[in-house]
């Protein structure tokens, strides 16, 4: 069945079970936001062929993706999900099957984080887009922000990175999983299709930060991009220790050192929170993260991000001379 | 110069001045709420060829047109505006001209209500589609809902109706306006390209509602529209009143009783207000408002939509048996 055949009204019927009825395509939402606290608001577009594909991407995989980006959003700058908005465009000859699949993957994992979808529109167009506003509140001093970082804070990533990538390889390649045990593929594909926003560190932080001003964003565009941004925003540099970054067993046994520290560096879509912040939050703050948690590197004045070998020389600029961007 | 041949980091910081440089794309906006109220979201997409085409409408004027239409949807729930975001997708070959006009036209309308572009993203797509979220903020009490409206209340629209078709007519057929002057050819396309949203209708509402409840949405898809879809959600009917419905000099001149009749309840994008209330609230709300604005009818417990002629006979059943939409 397509979309055409059943018309707006029809598809609007479908997608009732994910969002109130009175809500899509009528009157806009209402919500409370806490009195002590400020609104924060993300808003991302997904493009069909170039976010995602439909080829190799089922939509419920869109979908969670696409909840985790925007709830990764809002993770990063410190704030808790109150809901989103889906704007939708999509071809008459689309199948409903695969719009409510989309709406399936979105809520599954909106539910985990307790976040409604609290409006949206729907809209005929020969490309599929998928337009998310989330909406989250923080109280005015945890806010973490890209400007932040400052000389002397250490660089700390709450898990490891190069996950999703390797996922990504082993969808598109699965003879090359021979290797790994059927539980360590699945781990993969699931770091690529089902990642997951890190809104749990956030309990953690208030519990210890204080009055402290934290700087941070998510790797969703990839560690290194996170850092070089981080440093760029901040008008800072960053140092980051190779020996400190974690590299996941199953990448280790899977892959070659270099292949891994390229994932890790600049796969992306790991949705993981890359803060700067002192040394004794971080030390206290990772007691309490997983595994693939630590501390990589550190903040320093010099404009530019260097990766630093195991000896001590410096290895590879990551980025230099990025102040004519900003 | 294309968007292709700059980037969207150079797209980007063309835009700036619409919008501060370290929203779009980067940290996502954190706004204050007044403590004593609600937060108010709609969301809009607009795509090129369905909404608005490229070969008849400048992109300044769907820029503004945009705009207005937002802000109607949180007028029209009550509430004021605190920020629209963007979500932009264009094709690498559009002009940065283009995209330079249309968010100089959104923000010209947006700065007569102070409400500021707070965020977005810009990415590629074969199709041009602007995805508009707005948020507004109201006093609980002071909430408008289409599904307010209840028998014994009178209908008030805020002002004439069918100017916008007008102008859109005139427009495409400039020849036939040789019986209208200047101005008034100017006024009727100024309706079409430069739409209000009744924002400044609301304070007139709050200095006299108190806790009544009120009915309402605007007339963004046409009057008619607009009262069917109000009984639809309420559970109601209406009487319309031909001989209430007012019909601007310049209509009445330019066109035809029956083609006039014909673009006051179908034309659509006049983004007039179409509210329910008692009829002494409407009366007081009246005298604050200017020609065009009149009580064209009542709300009954019967749920259909009925045209009453001058004689009082019934002339056009508008919408009859549409429980079975909801």
Excluded at 41 to 68: E, K, Q, Y
Excluded at 86 to 114: F, I, K, T
Excluded at 281 to 306: D, M, R, S, T
Aim: glycine share 10%; proline share 6%.
């Amino acid at each position: 069945m397509k979309i055409k055949d059943i018309g707006e009204q029809g598809l609007l019927k479908k997608l009732q079970s994910f969002c109130p009825s009175d809500i899509i395509g009528d009157d806009g939402a209402v919500l409370s936001i806490n009195p002590q606290q400020q609104l924060v608001i993300t808003t991302d577009v997904l493009v069909d062929n170039v976010h995602f594909s439909d080829r190799t991407t089922p939509p419920d995989t869109v979908g969670w993706r696409a909840a985790t980006a925007n709830l990764s959003d809002l993770a990063a700058m410190g704030a808790t999900p109150i809901g989103i908005t889906v704007g939708l465009c999509l071809p008459g000859d689309m199948s409903v099957h695969w719009v409510e699949q989309l709406y399936q993957g979105l809520a599954e994992c909106l539910q985990r984080y307790n976040t409604p979808i609290v409006g949206g529109d729907i809209c005929s167009s020969s490309v599929t887009t998928i337009s998310i506003t989330a909406f989250g509140q923080v109280e005015p001093s945890r806010v973490i922000r890209r400007c932040a970082a400052q000389p002397g804070q250490v660089i700390l990533i709450t898990g490891y990175h190069g996950m999703s990538r390797a996922g990504l390889e082993l969808l598109l390649n699965p003879k090359l999983g021979h290797n790994l045990t059927p539980s360590e593929q699945e781990c993969l594909i699931l770091a690529h299709q089902r990642p997951n926003p890190r809104l749990d560190v956030l309990p953690y932080l208030w519990d210890k930060m204080g009055t402290t001003q934290i700087g941070g964003m998510d790797s969703s565009d990839g560690l290194a991009d996170a850092v070089i941004q981080l440093c760029r925003m901040s008008g800072v540099g960053a140092k980051i220790e190779r020996s400190r970054l974690p590299i996941s067993p199953i990448l280790s046994q899977w892959v070659s050192p270099e292949q891994a520290l390229d994932w890790v560096l600049y796969g992306g879509e790991d949705f993981e929170l890359v803060l700067c912040l002192p040394e004794n939050l971080a030390l206290e703050l990772l007691k309490n993260l997983e595994e693939g948690a630590a501390i990589i590197g550190k903040i320093i004045e010099e404009p530019q991000v260097i990766l630093i070998k195991e000896n001590g020389q410096r290895d590879l600029n990551l980025f230099q001379g990025f102040q004519h961007f900003s």
